[in-house]
């Protein structure tokens, strides 16, 4: 029997996450990629592929099953609502509809939704959500921090095994490509190169939201994420590093058996034994997420996660989207 080839097409895929994501659907075997949007290099051929860049508006939607959306936010909803108005399945690769409420979006972006009516929608972070992304006709797919950080907490949140007294602490780090591909004073080589930055302390960072959303949905949270992200001197790898206590449900000793119980069967999580360390070399260019555990005291959990914020942070874990939408195996491409 003939397999079925869904056709596809990515709105900016010339950004760092399109390129992946391009490089991605270029060998998935049951994909065949339609077109491929860019404002800036129209014309210009798509690497690893035989099209060239169009530009946005001249995409046809009529040709295509779904589409990837890699854009800013505030415009990728409007090709969002283009796309279900054309009847074409959406996989959002930005923060548009990553929040559930439109009154959420104006708190942490800071202005009113494009679309409110599309929410809420399906958050594409299979390892907690896998059910509601099968034969979904728009996902959200997570940011690279939120992706990275919940699934370092995940088996702790479904066992509802954290202090609720005490904070969550998260020190992450992200490589510039995190920033996206178009330059800024901060990503120039040489503010980047043998340094380290934080940026967006506080509570300022807009992924903070979307991050205490998904915790919400496992435990109440009596107190606030506590988030810094830095920016690491290093082209791709995001490092999360979590410090939580634990409540009476479990003991620090028994959290390696808790990880390899809950990701004991998840293709594209490792948790790593006991005594080793989770580094970036072990993710970079995979769309793996790796983790190490470290217990502290009784009570209180190093953990680390580490992901390629553009693969298992952003390409990679949208493509693991398309594939639990389409019914596909949920690996296909990936490994």
């Known amino acids: 029997m003939t397999e079925r080839v869904i056709r596809a097409g990515v ?23 339609v077109f491929a949007t860019s404002s800036t290099f129209v014309g210009e051929p798509v690497p690893g592929t035989d099209l060239r860049y169009i530009h946005p508006d001249d995409a046809v939607l009529a040709g295509v099953e779904v589409v990837f959306l890699a854009l800013p936010h505030k415009a990728s909803a409007r090709v969002a609502r283009q796309a279900r108005d054309a009847g074409v399945r959406v996989l959002d690769l930005s923060a548009d509809l990553r929040l559930k409420t439109a009154e959420d979006y104006q708190k942490w972006y800071g202005e009113a939704h494009p679309h409110p009516e599309l929410l809420p929608v399906p958050y594409g972070l299979p390892e907690l959500h896998r059910e509601e992304l099968r034969g979904a006709d728009i996902i959200a797919c997570p940011g690279c921090y939120p992706t990275t950080t919940l699934l370092g907490l995940y088996p702790l949140l479904r066992i509802q095994g954290l202090a609720l007294e005490a904070p969550i602490i998260v020190d992450a780090k992200s ?31 807009r992924h903070v939201g979307e991050m205490e959303q998904e915790i919400r949905r496992f435990i109440p949270l009596s107190e606030p994420l506590i988030f810094t992200p830095h920016l690491l001197p290093v082209d791709r790898g995001l490092m999360a590093s979590i410090y939580v206590t634990l409540n009476y449900n479990i003991t620090a000793d028994k959290i390696h058996s ?16 006991a005594g080793k360390e989770a580094t970036l070399r072990h993710v970079v260019r995979t769309n793996r997420c790796v983790i190490s555990l470290t217990p502290v ?9 580490v992901t ?4 298992k942070g952003a390409a990679g874990q949208a493509v693991q989207c398309l594939n639990l939408m389409f019914d596909l195996p949920e690996t296909l491409a990936l490994l």
């Open 11 to 33: 709105y900016g895929a010339s950004g760092y996450a399109g390129l992946d994501l391009v490089e991605l659907l270029a060998r998935h075997p049951q994909v065949t990629l």
């Open 175 to 205: 490589g510039v490509s995190g920033a996206g591909r178009n330059p800024t004073d901060k990503t120039h080589f040489v503010e980047v190169y043998s340094n380290l930055t934080p940026y967006n302390t506080g509570r300022s960072h």
């Open 258 to 273: 808790l990880y390899n119980n809950v990701y004991g069967d998840e293709p594209l999580v490792t948790v790593l034994p």
């Open 297 to 305: 005291t009784y009570r209180y959990v190093h953990i680390t996660s």
């Open 308 to 311: 390629d914020n553009l693969r």
